[in-house]
């Protein structure tokens, strides 16, 4: 059973199948092949999310916020070094910024990486996960493919995602043209979940470090911070 093959399994993909994007188009716009594993995911998914909180960047979204083709890849990118640097304490970092390729992002704000060595190989393409471009980092030596059923299975648990992740199972949603996950929450452009915890808790709300942030502190940061 190929990895795909697994993931729909677990997780249906919708009965209609999306609009696939011209991937050699893609690729031309990029500079660089992409992994097969994630073309397929894409055409077979289209844009959505994964149980609620995973979200995977495509090709030309109208949101800047998950568009693989768009500037913001190359400038997380060029950020990782900014961000680690303006600690009092900088942490070490499991890959060098210039290897790593942002293809997706979580409701609480965690990116996925392609660390993209070789680089001529994009099929051997591992997948980095962090949150908010700090430290912890969370390395997986497989596909983006193999990463989902590992996550959705059950079988592979990512320190910074939600102990509740699976609660009601495996599932996928597909969104509208502009739907993204802070978008979907707060009507706003995607805000660091850490500042969100930081005003929570300096208001009352008993936030832990890591998991789901409630959708009812996200609507009172909201009202509290209009703008």
Request: glycine share 8%; net charge negative.
């Amino acid at each position: 059973m190929t990895a795909l093959n697994a993931l729909t399994a677990l997780c249906p993909p919708p009965a209609v199948p999306p609009s696939a994007p011209d991937w050699s188009e893609v690729e031309d716009t990029l500079g660089t092949r992409l992994p097969e594993d994630y073309e397929e995911l894409i055409t077979t998914y289209g844009p959505g999310r994964f149980c609620g909180f995973i979200t995977l960047y495509q090709p030309h979204s109208a949101s800047a916020w998950i568009n693989l083709t768009g500037p913001l890849p190359a400038r997380l990118r060029g950020q990782i070094e900014e961000v680690r640097q303006a600690s009092r304490h900088p942490w070490p970092l499991p890959h060098s910024p210039e290897n790593l390729f942002a293809m997706g992002v979580t409701d609480n704000g965690d990116y996925l990486f392609w660390v993209t060595q070789p680089s001529d190989d994009p099929d051997r393409w591992t997948v980095a996960v962090n949150e908010a471009l700090r430290a912890p980092w969370f390395s997986y030596n497989g596909s983006l493919t193999e990463f989902l059923v590992g996550v959705l299975g059950g079988t592979k648990r990512v320190p910074m995602f939600p102990r509740d992740l699976l609660r009601k199972g495996p599932t996928f949603t597909p969104s509208t043209p502009r739907s993204t996950p802070l978008e979907t929450a707060t009507g706003m452009a995607p805000v660091s979940t850490r500042t969100i915890r930081e005003w929570a808790n300096a208001h009352g709300f008993d936030l832990p470090e890591r998991g789901r942030i409630p959708y009812d502190v996200v609507e009172a940061w909201r009202h509290e911070n209009p703008s």
